[in-house]
C-alpha cells in the first residue's frame, strides 16, 4: 500500500496532466508484455513496433523482464498538456548523475530476482560506458523514433480521450468536491482523512506537497512516481486507467478479420484497415515495416478495385478507404 499524505494547500495546488511520454513507458513495463484485452489494438502494436524497430536500448530495457524501467524516461509533465517534444527535450537534458544512478538501480535489483549483476543488457552497459549524458541523448532519440512509428498516428483519437477524461474528472470536482473525485478515479485508489491510498506491492508512506494526477489509457492499473530532481517537490505523480475503454477500437484499428486476409492477402488487408485517416504510401511502410514499393503496388491493386481513393498534398500523395472500402473494412 503506498499513502500519499496531502493537507489543504497540497490539495489546492493538485492537478491532472495529460502525458504523451507516459503512454509510451507503460508499454515498456512488464504489463505490455501480456497487454489488458481492453487496451490490446495499440499496446501489443506498440510492442510488435518495438520488436521489429531498431531500438537497442529501449527494447533490452522492454523486454529483459526485469520489471523496473528507469524513471527518467517518464519526466514529470512540464504543464498540463505538454508535447511530446517537450518532454523528450526534458528526458534528453536529464542530469548524467540520475542516468546512471537509475540504471545502477537496475543492476543492484538484479540479484533479487537471481540474476548477478553483470548480466546487465549489453546494449545497456555499452551505453552507461559511454556516459550519462550519452545514454539520455540516445533514450530520447529512440523514443522519438518509437512514437513516430506506434504512437503519433493515433495520438489525436488517444489524447481526446484523455481530455474527455480530465474533463469529467472536473465536473466531478465542481460538483461533489475532491474526496469523490479521487475515489471515482479507481477501485484500488481510496481517499480518507487526508490520506490518498494506493494498493500495490510497495508499502511507502510519503508526505506530498501535490499530486499530479496522470490517466492512462496504457496502464492497467494504478502506479506512483516520483521525480528526485524537482523541488515541487518530489510531488508524487498518481497514474491511472481510463475506465472507459470504449474508446480502444478508436486509438488503433481493428486487425482485419480472417476472411478479409483471405480475400485480399494479408499485407493488402492490413494496409486497408490501417487506412482510418489519410496516409502516405511513406507513412504506411514505415508502419507496416515495408518496402515503399510493395506498399506502392498493393495500394495499386486496392485503388483499381475501387477500395481507396488518392489525392495529391503538397508533393505527397495521400490514401484514404472509400465508403466501399470502409464496409469491407468493418465487416466479420
Partial sequence: MIELTVNAAGLARSRFAVSPLYEVVATLLPWGLQPAPDADPWVARARRVLR?????????????????????????PCGPSPTVEEELEQVRCTPPERVLSELEALRVGRPRSGLAGSELPEGVRRAMARGGAHVARQAADEMRRYWELAFAPHWEAAKAALDAEVDRCAGVLARHGAARLFNSLHPQ??????????????????????VVVVPSLVAPRPGVGVDPTREESRSPILIYPVRDKTIAGTIAPAAPSAEMAQLLGPTRAGLLAALTQSASTAQLATRHFLSPATVSYHLGVLHRAGLVARARSGRSVLYRRTPEGSRLARSR
Fill in 52 to 76: 521489429r524497430a531498431q531500438l537497442p536500448l529501449l527494447s533490452e530495457l522492454a523486454l529483459d523482464g526485469v520489471g523496473y524501467v528507469p524513471d527518467f524516461l517518464s519526466p514529470h
Fill in 189 to 210: 485508489i481510496e481517499w480518507a482523512e487526508g490520506t490518498l491510498r494506493v494498493e500495490g506491492h510497495l508499502r511507502i508512506a510519503l508526505p506530498a506537497p501535490l
